[in-house]
C-alpha cells in the first residue's frame, strides 16, 4: 500500500508541476498567436483540434483495454504476458495511426461546412498538417503506455512537458519572425514525434524485453477479455468524444469562426485544468488496478477518501475559475474577447460537473468495468449534441454548454456511480447520491457568499490586477474557511489533513537530504 501511495503522491506532483509550466508557456504562447495572427486562425486553431479530437474515434478504447490487461502481469512479473499484449498494441497502434490520416484527408472537402476560408490562408493544407500532428503521435505512443501502467507516469510527464515548453519557445520565435501559421504547425509536428521517439527509446531502457522478438501468442481467453472491453470503451470513446469534440464545432455553425475563438480562451484554461486532473487521476489508475488485482477489501474505503479529496480541489478551484476568470481574460488578451457572465457560470459549472465524475470515472476504468453502461456514452452524445443545437440557434454560447450541463446532469451524475457500486465496490449507492448532493450544496454556497462580498469589497474598483488580487486572496482564503467549518468533523477530513503532512514532510525531508 506504502508503494502504490507513494507512486501515486510522486506521479502527481511531477503532473502537477508540469502542467504549471506547460501552462505558461501556453499562455505566453497565446498572446503572441492574437497579436501576430488574426481572430480567424485562433479560430480555426481550435475547431481543426477539435475535429481531430473526434477522428481519435477510430483508437476505439483499444489502449484503455490493454491497458487494463497490463495490470496483472505488471504485478505478477509476467514478462512474457507483456510482450505478447505489447505486440498487440503496436498492430493496433500503427493501424490507428494509418486510418486517421486517411479519414482525415478525406474529410478535407468538408471543410466549408464548418468554417467559412474568409481570410484564412491554405486552409486544406493546414487541416492536413493538424491530421498529420495526429496520426505520427500513434506510431510510437503505445510503449509510454506500459510505463504508466508500472505507475511510472512521472517519468512520461518530464518527457511531456519539456518537449512541450521548448516547442512553445520555438513556435512563439517564429510567429514573431515570419507570422505564419503553417511554419507554427510544422514545429508542432517534429516535437510530436520527438517526444514520442524519445519515450519510446526510454521505454526499451526500462523494458528491454521489448526488443525480444519472440514472443508467445496472447491465450484466447485474454483476447476475448481484451475484445469485450474494447467494445464496451469503443462505445464510451464515441459518446465521449462527440460530447468533448462537439462544442467547438456546433459555435462555429450557429455563431461564427471568431466566437469559437473567444470560447477558446477560456477553454485552453479549462483544457489545462483537465490536463492536471486527468494526470492526477491517471497517477491514481494504476495504483487502483493493483490494489483491485490483489484485493476488494479496501476499494470502498479508499474510494470515499478520493472523492472527498476530490471534491475539496475540484470545489476550490471552480471557485477560482469564477472570481477571477473574467478578470484574467481582460487582462491576458484584451476585452474584446470577453464572454458574457452568463455564459462563465456555464463553463465554470460544466468544469465542476465533468471534474466530479472523475473519480467515478477513475475507479470503473482501473477496475475493467466498462461493460455495464456501454450504451449510456452513445445515449449521453444523442442528448447532448440535439439540446447543443436546438439552445445554440436560440442562445448561441450558452445554449450550446448548456446542452452538455443537460446530458451530463440527466444521465452521468446518477448512472455512473450506480455502476461502479453495483459491480466495482459492490455496495449500495445512495450514500454516493446523498453525499454529492451536500458537497455540491455547500460548494455553492459557499461561492455566492465569496462572490457577494467580492461584489462590496470591489464596488468602486475599476483597476483589473487588483480585482484579481483581490478575487483570488478572497478565493484562497475564505473557501478554505468555509470548507472546514463545513466538514472538520468529518473523518475524511482528518484523512486529508494526515495524507497533505505526509507529502510535506516528505518533501523537506527530500530537500534536506
Known amino acids: 500500500m506504502e508503494s502504490r501511495t507513494k507512486n501515486s503522491v510522486k506521479n502527481i506532483i511531477y503532473a502537477v508541476v508540469g502542467q504549471v509550466f506547460g501552462l505558461l508557456a501556453s499562455f505566453i504562447l497565446r498572446i503572441i498567436f492574437v497579436h501576430t495572427l488574426s481572430k480567424d486562425y485562433l479560430g480555426v486553431d481550435s475547431l481543426f483540434t477539435s475535429i481531430v479530437s473526434a477522428l481519435s474515434l477510430t483508437e476505439l478504447g483499444i489502449g484503455s483495454a490493454i491497458n487494463y490487461s497490463l495490470y496483472k502481469p505488471l504485478a505478477e512479473n509476467d514478462v512474457e504476458q507483456i510482450k505478447a499484449l505489447m505486440k498487440l498494441y503496436k498492430r493496433a497502434y500503427i493501424s490507428i495511426g494509418i486510418v486517421v490520416f486517411a479519414v482525415g484527408v478525406l474529410l478535407v472537402p468538408t471543410l466549408p461546412f464548418f468554417v467559412h ?12 498538417l493538424f491530421i498529420i500532428n495526429s496520426s505520427i503521435s500513434y506510431f510510437y505512443s503505445y510503449k509510454k503506455s506500459l510505463i504508466v501502467a508500472d505507475q511510472y507516469r512521472h517519468i512520461t510527464v518530464v518527457y511531456t512537458y519539456a518537449s512541450f515548453v521548448i516547442m512553445s519557445i520555438i513556435q512563439g520565435i517564429l510567429l514573431v519572425v515570419t507570422r505564419n501559421y503553417v511554419v507554427y504547425l510544422l514545429v508542432m509536428i517534429f516535437f510530436t514525434f520527438v517526444q514520442n521517439f524519445l519515450i519510446s527509446k526510454k521505454a526499451d531502457k526500462m523494458y528491454p524485453y521489448l526488443l525480444e522478438k519472440d514472443t508467445k501468442k496472447l491465450d ?3 483476447l476475448k477479455l481484451i475484445a469485450k472491453n474494447t467494445y464496451a470503451m469503443s462505445l464510451h470513446k464515441i459518446g465521449g468524444t462527440v460530447v468533448t469534440s462537439t462544442d467547438n464545432i456546433v459555435i462555429s455553425r450557429f455563431s461564427g469562426i471568431v466566437e469559437v475563438g473567444k470560447y477558446s480562451n477560456y477553454q485552453m484554461v479549462t483544457n489545462a485544468l483537465n490536463i492536471v486532473f486527468g494526470q492526477i ?5 494504476a495504483s487502483v488496478g493493483n490494489l483491485g488485482a490483489e484485493t476488494t477489501g479496501k476499494l470502498k474505503d479508499n474510494f470515499e477518501k478520493v472523492f472527498f479529496l476530490s471534491f475539496w480541489l475540484i470545489s476550490f478551484v471552480s471557485c477560482c475559475l469564477y472570481m477571477v476568470f473574467n ?3 481582460r487582462i491576458w488578451v484584451g476585452s474584446v474577447f470577453v464572454l458574457k457572465e452568463s455564459v462563465l457560470i456555464a463553463i465554470v459549472l460544466n468544469f465542476y460537473i465533468y471534474q466530479m465524475r472523475r473519480p467515478v470515472l477513475t475507479y470503473r476504468d482501473a477496475l475493467g468495468i466498462y461493460w455495464y453502461d456501454r450504451f449510456l456514452p452513445l445515449i449521453e452524445a444523442v ?4 439540446f447543443s443545437i436546438i439552445l445554440a440557434k436560440h442562445l448561441g454560447i450558452l445554449g450550446t454548454l448548456l446542452g452538455t450541463i443537460i446530458s451530463m446532469t440527466c444521465l452521468n451524475l446518477w448512472i455512473e456511480p450506480l455502476i461502479l457500486y453495483r459491480y466495482g465496490l459492490r455496495s449500495s449507492v445512495f450514500e454516493y447520491y446523498k453525499v454529492f448532493i451536500k458537497y455540491t450544496v455547500t ?4 461561492v455566492a457568499v465569496i462572490r457577494l462580498i467580492s461584489i462590496f469589497v470591489l464596488w468602486n474598483v475599476s483597476n483589473v490586477l487588483l ?3 483581490v478575487n483570488i486572496i478572497l478565493s484562497v482564503f475564505l473557501y478554505n474557511v468555509l470548507f472546514m467549518v463545513f466538514y472538520h468533523k468529518d473523518a475524511a477530513f482528518d484523512y486529508m489533513i494526515g495524507l497533505l503532512k505526509r507529502i510535506v514532510c516528505g518533501m523537506t525531508a527530500r530537500r534536506e537530504s
Open 117 to 128: 476560408r474568409g481570410n484564412i490562408h491554405h486552409l486544406d493544407l493546414i487541416f492536413i
Open 220 to 222: 484466447s481467453k485474454t
Open 281 to 285: 487521476f491517471n497517477s491514481v489508475i
Open 327 to 329: 478578470p484574467f481574460i
Open 383 to 386: 442528448v447532448n449534441v440535439g
Open 443 to 446: 460548494a455553492v454556497v459557499s
Open 467 to 469: 480585482q484579481i488580487v
